[in-house]
């Protein structure tokens, strides 16, 4: 009954930007990474967000070096729902993209760190 919902990919124009969605339904999540994969390529990090506190307040974040700057991550305020804004983007950044989230707590970059997957979205970057 688990389950992470990503949307927002489409076909954007080089120097476009785009947002990506994930809402997980069934439970309660506090930490949410991001990964995509390219053709021919390995599925690779892009970032991670996790919470903690009380009032799930203390908010920690990590993006890998090769979008960052370009690529943001944010939730909303039911924390059910997590983002990656992606600006200035480039035909390299054309992959799949995938949500994915962990019962426990802490930044994961690892795959296998993550039980729980989303069913990935397309992006496509025109050049």
């Known amino acids: 009954q688990v389950q992470l919902a990503e949307s927002g990919g489409g076909l954007v124009q080089v120097g476009g930007s785009l947002s990506l969605s994930c809402t997980a339904s069934?439970?309660?999540?506090?930490?949410f990474g991001w990964f995509r994969q390219a053709p021919g390529k390995e599925r690779e990090f892009i970032g991670a967000?996790?919470?903690?506190?009380?009032?799930?307040?203390?908010?920690?974040?990590s993006i890998t070096e090769s979008v960052k700057g370009r690529f943001f991550l944010d939730r909303n305020n039911a924390r059910d729902t997590v983002y990656l804004q992606m600006n200035k983007v480039k035909p390299e950044d054309t992959a799949v993209y995938s949500c994915?989230?962990?019962?426990?707590?802490?930044?994961?970059?690892?795959?296998?760190?993550?039980?729980?997957w989303g069913q990935g979205t397309q992006v496509t970057v025109s050049s």
């Open positions: 069934g439970r309660t999540f506090s930490s």
């Open positions: 967000i996790s919470w903690s506190g009380p009032k799930g307040n203390t908010v920690d974040q």
């Open positions: 994915a989230a962990q019962p426990g707590g802490g930044l994961k970059r690892r795959d296998d760190e993550y039980p729980y």
